[in-house]
Structure formats: C-alpha cells, structure tokens
C-alpha cells in the first residue's frame, strides 16, 4: 500500500494560494492521487482526484509531476470556511486493477488554518 | 440521489454492552469502508466490504466485526464495549471500479460510559 507524507499543519491568510504538498514515493502504475476535506465531526467529503499533470474543478488544483512520486493540491484565495484537515490518498480499488491493493488508507492529514 | 446514509447518529452504551451500527451506500456503490475517528484524532481505517465479501480489515481486535447485506448495505457490530471505544465511527462508499473517489456519511457518534 503506497505510503504517504504530508506536512502536519500549515498557516495561511484569507486571499492567499495554499499549496500542499503530498510525497508518495511507492506509488503503483494503477494508482490514483485522491484529496479529500474534513471538517470536526463530519466525514470527509472529496474534492479532486488526478492520475497525472494537472487536473482542475470549481474547488481546487491538483498538480502531478511526471515521476507521479508527489503531489501537490492547490487552493486558489483561501476563505476561514477552507480551515479543515486534508488528507491525500493513494490507492486504487478493487485489488485486480494491478493498484496498490488500495482501500481507503487515511493518513494524519495537514491541518490548515486560515487566519483573517 | 440519496448520499450514504448512517444510523443511529448518536447513541450511548455501557461497557461491556454490544452495539450494531448501520450504513446504507449510494445506489449503485458496491463498496463499503468502516473507520473509527477519536475526538481530536485521525481516521482509523476497520473494514472493508466489497460485494458481500470482507476484503481487508485494520489491526483493531475481533470483537469488532460487520458484515455486507446483498443489498450492500452494511453493519458494525462491536462487542464487549470498551470505554475507548467511544469515538465517531464514519461509513463510506465507492463504485470499487478502480478510482479511490468515495462518499461518506455523517457518522455515528458513540459514547461509552
């Protein structure tokens, strides 16, 4: 199951770039890069999802290097709404895709807090 | 469409008592994932169900254990209730056709008294 790595916590004020950054160095061929948001006491809710290069939506970027051993997830002008712990995954379900015998392995996350 | 629904959401039992949690997927989701997150803490990965069968399950003891209806829905069941048992125990579900992309529920908060 491919291991991932992400800062802690980060800091950041509203209006601002917030870029975190995801290592995976043992990601498989079948795996995909997952993000999800979880705000206390509710469940995590998804919010991107990338293979390679670059994958956008209404909410966040998703940023892939060739080598695909890290990620980064970037949020465009944070809001305090946006303090939540992020988590990235790496997986892929069900085991015969050839993945990472993925489930849904949650790490610590980065805890982001977004100051005024 | 209905999102992935989870009952009871609060409930109190006393150590030593049994406790039955219950998930029901999105329509069309053949996979279920169990996780128990502490207060202040990570989310700890329990089990995984897919197509009726347990496919994997993280180092929590037996007494925890579930199962998946051919409905795939699905139930928690944990035994002999410890007080550290106390936390919310979330419920999600995916199509399981080779994406990691799933839906949670609001969860189950129990308490353990």
């Known amino acids: 199951l491919a291991k991932t790595t992400q800062p802690i916590s980060m800091d950041s004020y509203e209006g601002q770039e917030v870029n975190i950054t995801c290592s995976h160095n043992?990601?498989?061929?079948?795996?995909?890069i997952t993000w999800y948001q979880q705000f206390p006491s509710q469940g995590p809710r998804f919010i991107i999802q990338g293979y390679k290069t670059k994958v956008t939506n209404e909410v966040a970027s998703l940023f892939i290097p060739a080598d695909r051993k890290s990620s980064t997830l970037s949020l465009p002008r944070v809001s305090l709404s946006d303090t939540a712990v992020y988590y990235c995954l790496v997986g892929s379900t069900p085991m015969n895709y050839g993945g990472s015998q993925g489930n849904l392995i949650f790490g610590k996350g980065t805890k982001l807090s977004v100051k005024p | 469409e209905a999102g992935v629904t989870q009952s009871p959401t609060h409930l109190i039992k006393t150590r030593g008592q049994q406790v039955t949690l219950r998930c029901s997927p999105i329509s069309g989701h053949t996979s279920v994932y169990w996780y128990q997150q502490a207060l202040g803490l990570g989310l700890q990965f329990l089990l995984w169900y897919d197509e009726g069968e347990e496919r994997n399950r993280g180092n929590f003891p037996p007494r925890f254990s579930g199962r998946q209806f051919p409905n795939y829905s699905s139930e928690l069941n944990v035994n002999a209730l410890e007080l550290e048992d106390s936390a919310l125990y979330l419920c999600?579900?995916?199509?399981?056709?080779?994406?990691?992309?799933?839906?949670f529920g609001q969860g189950t908060r129990l308490t353990v008294v």
């Open positions: 043992n990601i498989a061929t079948n795996d995909y």
């Open positions: 999600a579900s995916s199509s399981g056709q080779g994406n990691t992309e799933a839906f």
